[in-house]
């Protein structure tokens, strides 16, 4: 197929120089560690790419295939940064999940000059679920779900707003790695990232429930 891409494909997004090499990378990165492989239709992959190149994402994070390290909110990030002193290091946070950022993990990584980038912000969607849908076996953070959805309402914006503009706010972060079903998904969210962030307590919306801030859990709970 043809292609040509979008004229004002760098006007559609901001970037930053990251890291140790300064390179100018856009703030947010596509990740294709989900809805991309063969059991994905290729049709749907392609206008996923396309759509974010013609957006100016120009870094796709292909997960296990590069030459950082990405990491859990358990590991040690400072340790594994000095044991490896790898150029990238990934890891999750989230509005949700602080804990590597409250605990200045991520800010000593950064200024070794390590180059980080934020994951797993949406964390497995659980912002965006109704409190009907939320699972049974979560019903420990649903409190605090609760409360941070009120919050992000009464300051008159919405779950990927928050979620967004947390993470590009925090000052550890050098770019945030998303994923996306569909080329209208990542148009959503490359819009509300150009949004101004939010007013909000992000301190007051953090969970600390360890089941809900695992997703690998939430099935065995």
């Known amino acids: 197929m043809s292609y040509a891409a979008a004229s ?44 974010a190149f013609d957006l100016g994402v120009t870094h796709f994070d292909l997960a296990n295939n590069y030459g950082g390290r990405s990491l859990g909110a358990s590991d040690d990030p400072v340790g594994v ?59 420990g953070a649903a409190g605090r779900l609760s409360r941070a959805r009120r919050m992000i309402a009464e300051g008159r914006s919405d779950p990927l707003q928050a979620a967004l503009g947390f993470a590009l706010s925090r000052p550890e972060a050098d770019a945030v790695i998303v994923g996306a079903s569909s080329a209208a998904e990542l148009s959503a969210v490359i819009a509300a990232a150009s949004s101004p962030p939010p007013d909000l307590d992000w301190d007051e919306m953090a969970i600390d429930d360890p089941i809900a801030l695992d997703p690998d859990r939430w099935a065995a709970a």
């Open 8 to 51: 004002d494909r760098y006007d559609q997004i901001r970037y930053r120089r990251c890291g140790r090499s300064g390179l100018k990378l856009p703030e947010i990165s596509l990740g294709l560690w989900q809805n991309f492989g063969s059991d994905r239709p290729l049709d749907l992959q392609r206008a996923i790419v396309l759509r």
């Open 81 to 139: 940064a000095r044991r490896f002193k790898p150029d990238l290091l990934q890891a999750p946070a989230s509005l949700l999940d602080q804990r590597l950022l409250l605990d200045g993990s991520l800010m000593a990584v950064r200024e070794m000059g390590i180059e980080v980038h934020l994951r797993s912000i949406f964390l497995n969607g659980l912002l965006f679920l109704p409190p009907d849908r939320v699972p049974a076996q979560l019903k």
